[in-house]
């Protein structure tokens, strides 16, 4: 499952390199890779973070790890940091078939591991309110490495309501 797992990201962020024009995403500083995470292991610390909150867990969803994929990727090949790469969160959230609301996303650079990066978002007030919504239910993750930039890795987490 990891490796069909590992196969399917590369073909989707291979796939999506292609869908921006020069305007919108500028060439990569090198090539970019996907890397296959322990999602279920993802979900389960952002679901023990919620709890000590009063939060209810959150599950991994196929479609919002896609979702992450494309932005991680899309932040790689620029080799920076923006929720405007590949269309507006809103925009590319309206694509995925989920509407505004109780919807967010937190994107990092550079973090190592996950453990490093949720540190990361649980420092930054805006990125621990987007993981503390009450009515998230449902996760997608991703971290695409691009060595060649300023950061070498990106990460995207995305968040929607049950």
């Given at each position: 499952m990891q490796t069909f797992r590992a196969a399917l990201l590369a073909c989707l962020v291979l796939g999506l390199s292609a869908c921006g024009t020069p305007a919108i995403l500028p060439e990569s500083a090198g090539p970019v890779t996907p890397?296959?995470?322990?999602?279920a292991a993802a979900a389960a610390a952002i679901s023990r973070y919620r709890a000590q909150h009063g939060l209810g867990p959150v599950t991994i969803d196929p479609g919002l790890v896609t979702a992450a994929a494309f932005q991680a990727g899309n932040n790689a090949r620029a080799g920076q940091l923006?929720?405007?790469l590949g269309?507006?969160?809103?925009?590319?959230?309206?694509a995925a078939g989920l509407g505004r609301t109780h919807t967010a996303e937190n994107l990092s650079a550079g973090s190592e591991t996950f453990d490093q990066v949720?540190?990361?978002?649980?420092?930054?007030p805006q990125h621990n309110a987007n993981m503390l919504i009450?009515?998230?239910?449902?996760?997608?993750?991703?971290?695409?490495?691009?060595p060649g930039t300023r950061y070498r890795r990106f990460w995207a987490l995305v968040m929607a309501g049950g």
């Open positions: 890397v296959v995470l322990d999602e923006s929720h405007d269309g507006t969160f809103t925009s590319r959230m309206a949720l540190a990361r978002w649980k420092a930054s009450p009515q998230i239910r449902r996760i997608g993750i991703a971290r695409v490495d691009a």
